[in-house]
């Protein structure tokens, strides 16, 4: 899959990583305080935000693996864009973000120590911590593995100069560096994408073209299908229940509702209505990635016919490049990748830090310190995440599809969380120690459901199925055990409560809305509708 790069091509790489690094050392400037490092002085407005939240997603993880899900699952990939991602963002900026923002937490696992105790903040800042360093990892393979095959660059020498660049500007400018890179990353990676989609679909002789084309290959009319077949007769062998509860519910709100990689982009938001806005902005952007990347992956595999048999399905991307790209664009197209491994392994590390700094080390290791202290520990983190990152990039290598791995990973970690969070937000009585063991009882689910799958114990059909179905599973253990521990134990009094769960508004909390917060094109719920309207209107295409 060598590509034919030249000088052009390089000089473009090498303005991109140039841009990257004086974007950090601009950002340094304005860092004087743990906030600032952390939460970017929470002093951004929506559309900055906006952009990094769905930028932060769009890494080489999803761009390699949403296309290889294209070609081995066909048009029900779009599941995760427009019933898996779009419905939770609008719900984390219309519902939750008000209690994230103005209760001033500084991440997830604070939130749930302060709704909860400190064993289910430590709880789950271990679990995100090590989340984040396994889908750093994952980041990391991935690109190493394109650079080789693409650029001739061996496997060593990508993940180290790919690590180092993503460590300087996140330890320069902390959280800053990495939203205002993830902004100019969001637009590299169309530049990329889109001028790959125009050109694959041109070859395969436009959209008809290639729904002809599908219809002959080994997806056939199912391919092109979203909920036709979905009783588990078609590509996914996924039944409308597990996308639904599994990933509809379960993985896509566990995921965009409490993942702190995401929500910390909001919460760098210069006041409550722009933190809520914050993903429901990114949520327009979302329901038209799949033209970028299913579409891709669907173009691959009627072009390459040994695509999923001698091929993995995670070449579809740099395939194309090879066969479609001349020189110059294809420098855009190899810097679109960088850009989408960076923006990825940037959320995971400015999370990671964070998180390690604030629900780990402060809170149970080296308490009341001075702020430059924790900001000096922040640096040493970002440090330590990349250098774990590295580590366990090779973890993935046993993943032909390298989405399922991740979707594993969200049931292991995401989906249980949502099931502790949704319930103590909405239920007061909840107590905080069936916030621990819920969380901990879902966990052990999750993976004992995995192990399971993978023994031979149970056939949920494809990987990613029992994905779905293992999601389920820790989301209805995670509240069973939490309802009966709150049964035996005592909840916290209410006044500890207010601020934190729903009907019970803090008191002392002064309004922050800014002059035009409240025109109707500020609105995150007309803003939000006008979000789930669209993805409906758009299934409505390819049902």
């Not at 789950?124 to 095959?149: C, D, K, P, T």
Request: glycine share 10%; charged share 10%; net charge neutral.
């Amino acid at each position: 899959m060598r590509l034919d790069v030249n000088l052009l091509d390089y000089a473009l790489i090498a303005i991109y990583f140039a841009t990257v690094l004086g974007i950090g050392l601009a950002a340094k400037r304005r860092i004087s305080s743990s906030l600032d490092f952390f939460l970017a002085g929470r002093g951004l407005p929506p559309w900055i935000t906006g952009l990094a939240f769905v930028s932060a997603n769009l890494g080489a993880i999803e761009i390699l693996g949403m296309a290889a899900n294209g070609a081995q699952y066909g048009a029900m990939t779009v599941h995760y864009y427009w019933i898996g991602a779009v419905p939770a963002m609008v719900f984390l900026g219309i519902v939750m973000m008000p209690f994230y923002y103005r209760s001033k937490v500084r991440s997830v696992p604070e939130f749930l120590g302060r709704r909860f105790n400190g064993a289910t903040q430590l709880l789950n800042a271990l679990s995100f911590a090590v989340a984040q360093i396994l889908i750093a990892g994952v980041n990391l393979y991935a690109l190493a593995l394109v650079m080789e095959a693409l650029l001739g660059w061996p496997l060593p020498v990508s993940v180290v100069v790919a690590a180092v660049i993503v460590l300087s500007y996140i330890t320069l400018g902390g959280l800053s560096s990495a939203i205002y890179n993830e902004v100019l990353q969001f637009f590299v990676i169309l530049a990329g994408l889109i001028p790959l989609t125009i050109l694959g679909l041109a070859k395969v002789g436009g959209v008809s073209g290639l729904f002809d084309k599908v219809r002959q290959s080994a997806l056939g009319e199912a391919g092109l299908h979203t909920w036709a077949d979905s009783a588990g007769k078609n590509p996914m062998e996924a039944h409308w229940l597990g996308i639904v509860f599994g990933l509809g519910f379960v993985l896509s709100f566990g995921y965009w509702t409490t993942n702190f990689a995401e929500v910390q982009r909001a919460l760098s938001a210069r006041n409550t209505n722009a933190a809520r806005l914050t993903p429901i902005i990114a949520a327009y952007p979302k329901l038209f990635i799949p033209l970028v990347t299913v579409l891709p992956g669907l173009i691959a595999l009627v072009l390459f016919k040994d695509l999923g048999k001698g091929q993995a399905y995670n070449n579809a991307i740099p395939l194309l490049m090879q066969d479609l790209l001349p020189n110059g664009v294809l420098g855009v197209a190899v810097t679109g990748l960088l850009a989408s491994f960076m923006a990825g392994m940037a959320a995971n590390i400015s999370g990671f830090n964070t998180v390690f700094t604030n629900d780990i080390w402060q809170a149970h290791l080296a308490k009341d310190r001075d702020d430059g202290y924790y900001l000096r520990v922040g640096r040493i983190a970002t440090v330590a995440g990349v250098a774990l990152g590295v580590g366990t990039a090779f973890i993935a290598a046993g993943y032909s599809n390298i989405m399922n791995y991740l979707q594993a990973l969200f049931s292991f970690f995401n989906a249980p969380l949502f099931a502790t969070f949704i319930l103590g937000l909405f239920w007061k009585r909840m107590t905080p120690w069936a916030g621990f063991w819920g969380l901990l009882a879902g966990t052990a689910s999750a993976f004992a459901s995995y192990i399971a799958y993978k023994a031979g114990m149970l056939d949920f059909g494809t990987e990613l199925n029992a994905s779905f179905w293992g999601a389920g599973v820790a989301f209805a253990v995670d509240l069973l055990v939490s309802v009966v521990v709150t049964l035996v134990t005592t909840p916290k009094p209410v006044e500890e409560l207010r601020g934190l769960v729903y009907g019970l508004s803090a008191v002392d909390l002064a309004d922050d809305a800014l002059a035009g917060d409240k025109k109707w094109y500020r609105s995150p719920v007309i803003l939000g509708t006008g979000a789930i309207v669209l993805a409906a209107a758009m299934y409505g295409v390819i049902l």
